[in-house]
């Protein structure tokens, strides 16, 4: 776990000169599961956005796997590009697709595999998150837990080394939440994937964090950095406390 597989330095971060965060820096290590959390309007979908590539920096750098997210010229940009994988909040599927559809998606685009190599391969990636016998299935006919792995699954089409995961649990009950979290893990585990995952969850960070920063809407940046349990019994700031303790406030 000492490779360093995502590498943030310096960055700037907001909307047509508008800076939403700024002074962010910050590495992911191989096989971690590294975890942005803080509370509604830090920035936290900001971060998840200017990391992916979406909007660019207004300053700073990016790097995943050595390779610029921005800057680094058309070649060196797809290598990065292709070297994650991302879930959305709502799972973004395709709802006009079946789940081995949407898997097949990415191997479609970005591939020159034939028809039957990519459904083996999709078939493959729905067997790792348990939904092969769903794979026919419509995304209107599966609940919210299945819609997320069906997500996962479609994000590791490519094989990615990191795959970075926007609010996994949201809307999801405990139980579906926990087994979603112990997905992440015997992915982690298994496979040796890094995550980057955005989350208030507490239970979901206690779970899955290795390691965590907490973004502040008042300071625009990084406000704490560490393991969960250590910054809920430890930090300095009454405020980083109090949110990983909510019931003591």
């Given at each position: 776990?000492?490779?360093?597989?995502?590498?943030?330095?310096?960055?700037?971060?907001g909307y047509e000169g508008r800076v939403i965060l700024k002074d962010i820096s910050f590495t992911v290590?191989?096989?971690?599961?590294?975890?942005?959390l803080g509370g509604s309007g830090c920035g936290k979908s900001t971060l998840l956005?200017?990391?992916?590539?979406?909007?660019?920096?207004?300053?700073?750098?990016?790097?995943?796997?050595?390779?610029?997210?921005?800057?680094?010229?058309e070649g060196e940009r797809e290598a990065a590009m292709r070297s994650f994988g991302v879930t959305y909040q709502s799972g973004a599927l395709f709802g006009s697709m079946t789940l081995l559809e949407n898997v097949c998606?990415?191997?479609?685009?970005?591939?020159?595999l034939p028809s039957d190599a990519r459904r083996l391969i999709a078939e493959m990636k729905l067997e790792l998150v348990g939904l092969k016998p769903f794979a026919n299935y419509f995304p209107t006919d599966v609940s919210g837990g299945?819609?997320?792995?069906?997500?996962?699954?479609?994000?590791?089409?490519?094989?990615p080394q990191v795959l970075l995961l926007d609010e996994?649990?949201?809307?999801l009950d405990p139980v579906t939440s926990a087994e979603l979290d112990h997905l992440i893990l015997r992915l982690r585990d298994t496979h040796g994937?890094?995550?980057?995952?955005?989350?208030?969850?507490?239970?979901?960070?206690?779970?899955?964090?290795?390691?965590?920063?907490?973004l502040d809407a008042e300071t625009r940046t990084i406000i704490a950095e560490g393991k969960p349990a250590e910054l809920r019994d430890h930090s300095p700031l009454e405020k980083v406390r109090t949110f990983f303790s909510p019931n003591q406030r």
């Open positions: 776990m000492n490779d360093t597989v995502i590498e943030v330095k310096d960055m700037v971060a290590a191989q096989g971690e599961t590294f975890v942005v956005k200017h990391l992916i590539g979406l909007h660019p920096l207004l300053s700073g750098e990016v790097r995943i796997l050595g390779h610029r997210i921005q800057d680094g010229g998606l990415p191997l479609e685009s970005f591939t020159d299945m819609k997320k792995r069906a997500a996962i699954a479609r994000a590791m089409a490519l094989d996994p649990s949201a809307g994937i890094s995550f980057v995952i955005v989350t208030h969850e507490l239970a979901s960070i206690y779970a899955v964090g290795d390691r965590c920063i907490m």
